[in-house]
């Protein structure tokens, strides 16, 4: 890198990926591709929202899962102001994927158990964040890891029930979505989403740990269902070897 090369290149909106209050760019820093979120231009003098940022920078600075986006550093940009500069996901929202009709399987398997796991671990740092939705859940270009871009900045020493409760409701949302418009009809997953999204309390999953243990119960069952098949064609294999050798 020469001394008169830019430190700041290439930068360019993502305005699918925006939010109230920001906007997220994609750029490169010292040749290197990052994603910076900075506040939309009305709010980028005002001391509240500059707040705001840096309580957010604060929050998800210490914050470390497969399925988070990472942060890296909070600086100015020429023309953009203060901005958060986290990994560059190189990949695809889901709401792109679900508008392009290229939802695989594999997508939505990863899609609910690993955004169960980032919910939870979420929790667990008692934050408050925005409803998760189809928009900020980005899955990665080659292997398609599933990466939550917008956990929130509000983080309290307790989570209220109330709290933990629209977590798993927009977990339910997303689900029904993407069930509904890929045309899916697993039962299973289908009463799991609707107990998420049900209006009374006792219906629905008292936390994350409940609702993955729910989850859970299907791969148990498809387990179950292996060894048994597994079985039953051991026991076919035996009778026949048994028939054909009656001295086995």
Partial sequence: MTQNQPK?????????????????????????????????????DKEEFLEMIGKEFDVRYNLAHPNIIMINDFEEVPGLGMCIITDDVYGDSLRKLLDKGEVTPEIKETLVYRLADAIGYIQQNHIIHHPIRPETIIFTEKIRNLKVIDVGFDQRAHLSPTAAAEDIRSYGAVLKEVLDKTGDHDQHLRRIADRCLSDDPRKRFRDVPDLKMALSGK???RLYMLIIAFLLLMTVILGYLSIKNPML
């Fill in 8 to 44: 700041w290149t290439e930068i360019e909106h993502l305005p699918e990926w925006d939010e109230e209050f920001y906007e997220v760019y994609t750029a490169k820093k010292h040749g290197k591709w990052v994603m910076l979120k900075t506040l939309r231009p009305e709010y980028r």
């Fill in 219 to 221: 791969s148990n069952k």
